[in-house]
Every structure is written in structure tokens, then in C-alpha cells.
């Protein structure tokens, strides 16, 4: 081989570097991926290719009919400041509500109404009937309810879904009511979805469901495309009830899969809510930009032309949809957890499976600590992703030493994104406390304001870390154990702006 080869490779890393920095990202992962490029080409190159060019840069403007990109206030300041009436209104609304029925104004509604307000109505926080889901079992036995009583439509959207036992039922169930005249639609991730079977993708439309997948891997448009995944996971049934949070669609929530390659069936601990309010047209027209997004296709024309009957809420807790993506011009999760951290004053309990934040919010959760909160951080002893666990233990093992209360969840693979803050605050969502989510891939978290709410998450939480530790290595361990836990975790950390 001659030199040609090698000077058309460099000159190509260079190229692709001198591009990755006239995008302006995080300048930890842009120095990361041009060390990787100008160092390591061979390697390099290809990873770039598959995980870090933006080939969604085209898409960013490509909206439905209900515009929920979230644009920086500032951007335009004279809709920004149309929209402060709307804001007060609503927050004023909702406290009113709250003081006819006799229960407490949250304390944080406001400064979250206020700031995620600005970003559109879809921000909104409105009053919702709330329920509470743990784990498979009972989440599974709401959906396929709530499907049941379709008339209209449903909604389906999953990061996986998988066609085993438990989506075979529901595939089952879907053709039904489709059979019954109902509108079906199916959306799932390319890569999250990766083992899908393509008979169980015909038979849904063969019988005349609507299936899309968010962003296949392979284009001639995109070429190779691996990052910016639809992580959210959504069932919303005649515009009336929805249910979203943890929980993807597949057997191992109820019997159990192995992890790592283990014949280890252990549970896998998850949080998912059942809505009924207002949020779940919101929590709609998230699925239907998602949609248009994966098709150019409107569906909200069609499936809001016939009003529904409204809704009986009860008490109702105060309810915001947050929606996060890479097409926002606001880093929407990330701004989340700040305001979250920021606002806790006596507790913040945050339960994740993948932890990897980045400096900003490492340093907000050690202010936290100083501010003498009481910050604990629940993390699996398990994972399904060996390198994102390693790394996520050096963020830990550093929030642990600066007073953080870390504990190992035990008793399973622990795949909730929950966060408690004080006695009337939690999020409930798809979001993990990592980059990925935070910066990457397109998200949707659930602040719930609200006493009785909390009570639930926090007695909830409170079972988890009865059967979590503060150790999460046995204590047995040699010093060769030690010293190679140690190395796999320094080398596995030095991805974390790569993850």
C-alpha cells in the first residue's frame, strides 16, 4: 500500500475535526472525539460516523402542526413576553384550584410553571388525576386496561419493544381493537427495537396499524445513524388516559432476563404513572411531533376533529410534560435537573440506573450536599450496560466522598428514573441522570407537584433503599480484584463525554 491511503485517512480525520468544532458542542466531547480522530483514524473514523456526526442538523425545523422545539426565550423576546400573561394566568388557575380543595399550593409550581413556561404552552402545568405504577406487573395490567377501552384511537410509542410473550399480547389486543374500527399507531426506535421481528412489524400492518420506526439506522439520507434515539415510552388511548415512564415493552419486567450474560433472572425494579387530565393532550402532541418527525405524516388533524367528553379529575395533582431533545435550542434536561437540584431545601432522593452527569451537574449535587440537604443517589448493583455502570461508579464514588448518600440497589436490575425533592415534588419520566439522555436523545420527564403524590414516590423509595447498600462491591475483594476494578473503571471513564 502506498502513502496516499494514509494521507487521504488523515486528511479526512482532520477534515471531520476541523467540522465537529464549527458545531460548538460540549467542548469535553468535541476534544474527545478530535483526539480520537486525529490520533487513531482507523478507529476513530468509523466511530465518528456511527456515534458522533449530527446527521439530524437537517431536521431541527422539521415540526408538527403543535411546535413543541423549545427555543430560547431570548431568541424572541417579543413572544417571550406575549406568553408572561398566559404563564400567570394558568399558574394562578391551578393555585386556586389547589385552595378550593383544601390542599396546599406546591411550593416549587411556581419558579417551574414560570421558567418551563417560557418555552411554550406544552410546558404548561395543568391538574391531572395521578397513579402510581411499580414495576411490571401492575404497569402491564394498566396499559393493556386502558387499551381495552379505546374507542377513538391509540397511541403506542416504545424505545424497545420486543416481540415476545408480553408483546405478542399486545399486538394481540391492538389487532383487536383495530379489527373493532379503532386507529392504531405504532412508532418504536430503530436501535432500541433492534430485534423486533419484521413478521410481528407486517402483521400489525396488515391489519391496518400504522407503524413507524424513529430514525432507522441505516439511510441513504444519514448513512449510518446510531445516535440521537427516541428513548420515550408512551401509550395515550382516545386523548383521555395515558401512561408513560420507565418501563419498555418487553418480558424481562415480568419474568426477568439475564444480565451480563448470567442466568440471572432477577427482577427488574421500574416506575411508570397512569394519567388522566390534561397532560395527556400534551403528552399527545409530543407522540405526534415524534410522529411527523419519523414520517412527515400530521395525525393530529384527524384524531382531535372529534372532541372527547373531557375529564373527571378528583383532587388532581399539578402535572408539567416536559419534553427533552438534541433539536431543542435549550438543553431542556439538563436546565431540569439544575432547577430541580437547586430547589431542593431539605431532600433530594434521585434513583437511576445509568449515571454519568456531566461537570455542571456534578458540581450542583456537591452544593447541594453543602447547603445540608439530604442528597442520596440510588444506582443498580446490576446493569445491562457494563461500561456505563464502571463509569457511572467513579462519578459516584466522588459524590460519595463529598457527603452524598450512595447506595447499591441489590435485589434486581434498578431501571427507574425517579427524583424526590423535599415533601411535594417528583419527576417521573424516561430521562437518566446521564449524557446520553441529557444531550442526545429524545426524552420526556413528568414533574408532579404535589403532597400525596410524593408521599407515594417516597414510600416507594424508601422500600428500594431497604434493599439497597452502601457498599457496592463485596468486601472480600483481593487487592488484584481491587486493582483491576480500579483500572477498568479509570480507562472506562475517560468514554464519559463519549456516552
Request: glycine content about 6%; charged content about 25%; proline content about 5%.
Amino acid at each position: 500500500m502506498g502513502l496516499w491511503p494514509y494521507v487521504f485517512l488523515y486528511a479526512l480525520a482532520l477534515w471531520l475535526a476541523f467540522d465537529l468544532i464549527q458545531e460548538r458542542r460540549n467542548p469535553k466531547s468535541t476534544i474527545a472525539w478530535v483526539v480520537a480522530l486525529v490520533a487513531m483514524p482507523f478507529v476513530g473514523i468509523p466511530l465518528y460516523y456511527a456515534f458522533g456526526k449530527n446527521r439530524i442538523k437537517g431536521l431541527m425545523r422539521r415540526r408538527a402542526f403543535f411546535d413543541q422545539h423549545a427555543l430560547l426565550p431570548y431568541s424572541n423576546s417579543h413572544e417571550d413576553t406575549a406568553r408572561q400573561p398566559a404563564i400567570r394566568h394558568n399558574l394562578s388557575g391551578i393555585e386556586s384550584n389547589m385552595r378550593l380543595a383544601s390542599r396546599p399550593v406546591p411550593a416549587n409550581l411556581k419558579d417551574f410553571g414560570s421558567t418551563f413556561g417560557r418555552f411554550g404552552e406544552l410546558y404548561d402545568p395543568t391538574l391531572n388525576d395521578v397513579k402510581l405504577l411499580v414495576d411490571g406487573q401492575e404497569t402491564f395490567r394498566e396499559i393493556f386496561e386502558v387499551i381495552s377501552k379505546a374507542n377513538r384511537y391509540i397511541l403506542v410509542q416504545y424505545y424497545i419493544l420486543r416481540s415476545d410473550r408480553l408483546g405478542a399480547e399486545l399486538q394481540k389486543l391492538l389487532i383487536a381493537k383495530a379489527k373493532s374500527g379503532v386507529a392504531v399507531y405504532v412508532l418504536y426506535d430503530d436501535i432500541g427495537s433492534f430485534f423486533l421481528s419484521g413478521a410481528y412489524i407486517r402483521d400489525l400492518k396488515a391489519h391496518g396499524i400504522s407503524v413507524a420506526s424513529f430514525l432507522p439506522i441505516h439511510s441513504w439520507k444519514r448513512g449510518l445513524q446510531l445516535n440521537f434515539r427516541n428513548h420515550r415510552k408512551l401509550v395515550v388511548v382516545d386523548g383521555v388516559e395515558a401512561l408513560t415512564g420507565g418501563l419498555n415493552f418487553g418480558e424481562e419486567y415480568v419474568s426477568g432476563l439475564p444480565i451480563l450474560g448470567k442466568k440471572d433472572t432477577s427482577r427488574w425494579r421500574d416506575t411508570h404513572v397512569r394519567i388522566t387530565g390534561p397532560a395527556v393532550e400534551k403528552l399527545e402532541d409530543v407522540f405526534f411531533d415524534d410522529w411527523h418527525f419519523a414520517t412527515g405524516e400530521s395525525l393530529e388533524l384527524n384524531l382531535r376533529a372529534i372532541p372527547h367528553p373531557g375529564w373527571k379529575i378528583n383532587a388532581g395533582e399539578a402535572v408539567q410534560v416536559i419534553p427533552s431533545a438534541p433539536t431543542d435550542e435549550a438543553l431542556v434536561g439538563v436546565l431540569l435537573y439544575m432547577l430541580t437540584i437547586q430547589k431542593a431545601k431539605r431532600r433530594l432522593w434521585i434513583a437511576t440506573p445509568y449515571f454519568v452527569p456531566d461537570t455542571p451537574l456534578t458540581r450542583e449535587l456537591e452544593l447541594c450536599t453543602l447547603r445540608g440537604v439530604d442528597v442520596r443517589l440510588i444506582l443498580p448493583r446490576k446493569s445491562d450496560n457494563p461500561l456505563v455502570h464502571w463509569v457511572g461508579e467513579t462519578y459516584a464514588d466522588k459524590l460519595r466522598k463529598a457527603g452524598v448518600k450512595v447506595l447499591s440497589y441489590g435485589a434486581g436490575f434498578m431501571h427507574q428514573k425517579v427524583v424526590l425533592v423535599d415533601e411535594d415534588l417528583a419527576l417521573v419520566g424516561t430521562t437518566n441522570f446521564d449524557n446520553r439522555a441529557l444531550y442526545l436523545n429524545f426524552e420526556t420527564t413528568l414533574a408532579i407537584h404535589g403532597a400525596e403524590f410524593a408521599r407515594k414516590v417516597e414510600n416507594m423509595l424508601t422500600a428500594d433503599m431497604a434493599e439497597s447498600s452502601a457498599v457496592s462491591e463485596p468486601a472480600d475483594r483481593g487487592p488484584i480484584s481491587r486493582f483491576i476494578r480500579l483500572q477498568r473503571e479509570n480507562l472506562s471513564r475517560l468514554l464519559a463525554p463519549l456516552l
